[in-house]
């Protein structure tokens, strides 16, 4: 849970990176030994001033016109961000939020399925449309189709995904290895909708094949509005550590804002990657699987006051609700098919149950929960099970 920021935090802040500290009373100076002085005294500075201001570490976001008053944001993740994951995250201070990758080629198309993936709920807001492809064309008449929905506020090239089947078609994070090809993209982008574009991507193909400054740039000269950096190379996929060295000297580099993933597990590791790297907003991924409150504790630590912890009953009714919105959001999806194999309800459980192991993490019954997903089938199904299970951390 979130924080308030005290001294004796930032005392134990800095022991923990290697630095030798005292703090005295307030009129005497603070005594640092250690070799990265400078960068000490950074952090104190930042943690102070964000004690004196609340909200300082984390100011508002110009991404082209569009103004995010707070940029702490839920990253695109296939299979999870769909508009009932978007709407709960929003409700606990998340500040933007990403659609699911979708195919330009399908957008153009006129793919239900596609389109559907695209689906919102009444009352979202600041929500960007996140699409892959590898065609300039196809993926400017795409920008043009989604700009003319009404729905959204940016949309956002995939530069990074790892995933074969994407990366085969020579889109994803196989764009990496074409920066002008991205340039030539977002600009015909850029050309073809009145919204914002901007770009996600990561550090690299693999591990010393680091292109982050050559791909950056060239989204920047086609005329990017932001780009966010998933601080991990391709090949790592969404495991190891995050390269936050490599995020900070990109940030440097560009005039255009940086918004940094990666490595966010907690919201002491958001304030951290803020002060460490100096980007303009923070991209929330699979910490937020399950767990929207991370959201309300990282709004909390930076507007200095703690995070309320929520009880049990607010854990089991917000499952419900999360299953019931998943409910809603496939019946929309089943009237448009002409011949569904499947219930709203069925569809809705199966997709439910990664989003079911996050809301489970931490209990003690987590494990046995895990060995009876397979057999879930209905919304009564889920609630017994995690009545059964979920009870005791």
């Given at each position: 849970?979130?924080?308030?920021?005290?001294?004796?935090?930032?005392?134990?802040?800095?022991?923990?990176?290697?630095?030798?500290?005292?703090?005295l009373?307030?009129?005497?100076?603070?005594i640092?030994?250690?070799?990265?002085?400078?960068?000490?005294?950074?952090?104190?500075?930042?943690?102070?001033?964000?004690?004196?201001?609340?909200?300082?570490?984390?100011?508002?976001?110009?991404?082209?016109?569009?103004?995010?008053?707070?940029?702490?944001?839920l990253?695109?993740?296939?299979?999870?961000?769909?508009?009932?994951a978007?709407?709960?995250a929003?409700?606990?201070?998340?500040?933007?939020?990403?659609?699911?990758?979708?195919?330009?080629?399908?957008?153009?198309?006129?793919?239900?399925?596609t389109?559907?993936?695209?689906?919102?709920?009444?009352?979202e807001?600041?929500?960007?449309?996140?699409v892959y492809?590898?065609?300039?064309?196809?993926?400017?008449?795409?920008?043009?189709?989604?700009?003319?929905?009404?729905?959204f506020?940016?949309?956002?090239?995939?530069?990074?995904?790892?995933?074969?089947?994407?990366?085969?078609?020579?889109?994803?994070?196989?764009?990496?290895?074409?920066?002008?090809?991205?340039?030539?993209?977002?600009?015909?982008?850029?050309?073809?909708?009145?919204?914002?574009?901007?770009?996600?991507?990561?550090?690299?193909?693999?591990?010393?094949?680091?292109?982050?400054?050559?791909?950056a740039?060239?989204?920047?000269?086609?005329?990017?509005?932001a780009?966010?950096?998933?601080?991990?190379?391709?090949?790592?996929?969404?495991?190891?550590?995050?390269?936050?060295?490599?995020?900070?000297?990109?940030?440097?580099?560009l005039?255009?804002?940086v918004?940094?993933?990666?490595?966010?597990?907690?919201?002491?590791?958001?304030?951290?990657?803020?002060?460490?790297?100096?980007?303009?907003?923070?991209?929330?991924?699979?910490?937020?699987?399950?767990?929207?409150?991370?959201?309300?504790?990282?709004?909390?630590?930076?507007?200095?006051?703690?995070?309320?912890?929520?009880?049990?009953?607010?854990?089991?009714?917000?499952?419900?609700?999360?299953?019931?919105?998943?409910?809603?959001?496939k019946?929309?999806?089943?009237?448009?098919?002409?011949?569904?194999?499947?219930?709203?309800?069925?569809?809705?459980?199966?997709?439910?149950?990664?989003?079911?192991?996050?809301?489970?993490?931490?209990?003690?019954?987590c494990?046995?929960?895990?060995?009876?997903?397979?057999?879930?089938?209905?919304?009564?199904?889920?609630?017994?099970?995690?009545?059964?299970?979920?009870?005791?951390?």
């Amino acid at each position: 849970m979130g924080r308030s920021l005290t001294t004796a935090n930032l005392g134990a802040e800095a022991g923990n990176r290697g630095a030798f500290c005292f703090f005295l009373i307030p009129a005497t100076p603070i005594i640092i030994l250690w070799p990265r002085a400078k960068k000490i005294f950074s952090y104190a500075r930042g943690v102070i001033h964000n004690m004196q201001n609340g909200d300082a570490l984390i100011k508002p976001l110009k991404i082209g016109a569009l103004a995010v008053e707070y940029p702490v944001i839920l990253a695109p993740m296939a299979g999870y961000t769909d508009a009932a994951a978007r709407f709960l995250a929003a409700r606990f201070h998340c500040g933007m939020t990403f659609t699911e990758v979708t195919s330009a080629e399908g957008i153009v198309r006129g793919s239900r399925q596609t389109w559907h993936i695209l689906e919102t709920f009444p009352g979202e807001r600041l929500v960007a449309a996140h699409v892959y492809g590898s065609s300039p064309d196809t993926l400017a008449r795409a920008a043009a189709a989604v700009a003319e929905t009404g729905r959204f506020q940016t949309i956002d090239l995939n530069c990074g995904c790892p995933v074969s089947r994407i990366v085969a078609r020579g889109a994803g994070a196989a764009l990496m290895e074409q920066p002008g090809k991205i340039a030539r993209i977002v600009r015909a982008m850029k050309k073809a909708s009145p919204l914002p574009v901007t770009v996600k991507t990561r550090l690299g193909p693999a591990p010393g094949r680091m292109n982050i400054s050559e791909t950056a740039r060239a989204a920047e000269d086609g005329g990017a509005d932001a780009i966010a950096i998933h601080a991990r190379y391709t090949t790592a996929g969404h495991a190891g550590p995050a390269g936050w060295e490599a995020l900070a000297k990109t940030r440097a580099e560009l005039s255009i804002p940086v918004i940094g993933n990666g490595g966010i597990g907690t919201a002491e590791d958001a304030r951290r990657m803020i002060a460490e790297t100096d980007v303009a907003g923070v991209m929330v991924g699979k910490a937020a699987i399950g767990n929207p409150w991370i959201f309300d504790e990282i709004h909390a630590l930076f507007h200095g006051r703690a995070a309320r912890p929520h009880t049990l009953a607010e854990h089991l009714a917000l499952i419900e609700e999360h299953l019931r919105l998943c409910i809603a959001h496939k019946e929309k999806a089943l009237k448009a098919r002409r011949h569904p194999r499947r219930s709203a309800e069925l569809e809705a459980v199966l997709h439910f149950r990664c989003h079911l192991v996050g809301y489970a993490r931490g209990f003690r019954g987590c494990a046995e929960l895990k060995r009876k997903l397979q057999a879930l089938r209905t919304a009564e199904d889920v609630l017994e099970l995690v009545k059964l299970h979920l009870q005791d951390k």
